[in-house]
């Protein structure tokens, strides 16, 4: 039976370079993936864009009303691209960037797409957001991967970071939207527990 894979970790992690890489190596064995990004990350536009300058154009992009699943059926007979049949080449893995950004009832068909239709399903993302709560997507992925794997970063101080921090104009805020996309609306930084309570004042969440 093929599986849900959630591999996650904080900002900088290495998340897309090790999606790129898993694509790569589908890839150089002759298998077919298809990359999947969901559309409310505008970072790259339609590229999925890895930190060390590696970036690679989405097969689908994903719109919180979309049916992932339909989509990635449709996707499976027919190159996104050019609409050519491409029945003879089954599609090998899905690879999903920012998976955070799925709802949970999209993370709910990758879990079918993995059971029901045996393609295994690799979702890259990170579980909270600047306040220290889950996204949505993640916190499903959390309930119900078959595996679930940390991608390890170090904080500045040079422990483990668990934690996201989002500056604005070159300050730490813990308000907001919850969505503000990296490099575009808000930069982050991966932070150690001791290091983001000490930007926070000792805030977590919605203290």
């Known amino acids: 039976m093929a599986k849900l894979y959630f591999r996650y970790g904080a900002m900088?992690?290495?998340k897309s370079t090790a999606l790129l890489q898993v694509a790569f190596n589908y890839e150089e064995r002759g298998q077919r993936v298809l990359l999947v990004k969901p559309l409310i990350?505008?970072?790259?536009?339609?590229?999925?864009?890895?930190?060390?300058g590696v970036t690679r154009r989405a097969d689908l992009l994903v719109d919180a009303d979309d049916d992932i699943r339909d989509l990635l059926h449709r996707a499976a007979v027919h190159d996104p691209a050019s609409g050519a049949a491409t029945?003879?080449?089954p599609v090998a893995a899905v690879l999903v960037d920012e998976a955070q950004?799925?709802?949970p009832r999209q993370v709910d068909d990758l879990m079918r797409v993995a059971v029901l239709d045996g393609v295994p399903v690799l979702a890259y993302?990170?579980?909270t957001d600047f306040r220290t709560r889950a996204f949505p997507g993640a916190q499903r992925l959390l309930e119900i991967a078959h595996s679930l794997e940390e991608l390890k970063t170090i904080c500045r101080c040079g422990r483990k970071a668990i934690l996201n921090g989002r500056r604005i104009d070159g300050h730490f805020v813990f308000d907001g939207d919850q969505v503000s996309i990296d490099g575009i609306d808000a930069e982050y930084e991966a932070l150690c527990a001791a290091c983001y309570l000490e930007e926070s004042g000792g805030r977590l969440g919605d203290d």
């Open 12 to 14: 900088n992690s290495g």
């Open 101 to 103: 950004f799925l709802t």
């Open 125 to 127: 993302g990170i579980r």
């Open 87 to 89: 029945v003879a080449r």
């Open 41 to 52: 990350d505008r970072k790259g536009e339609a590229d999925i864009v890895s930190r060390l």
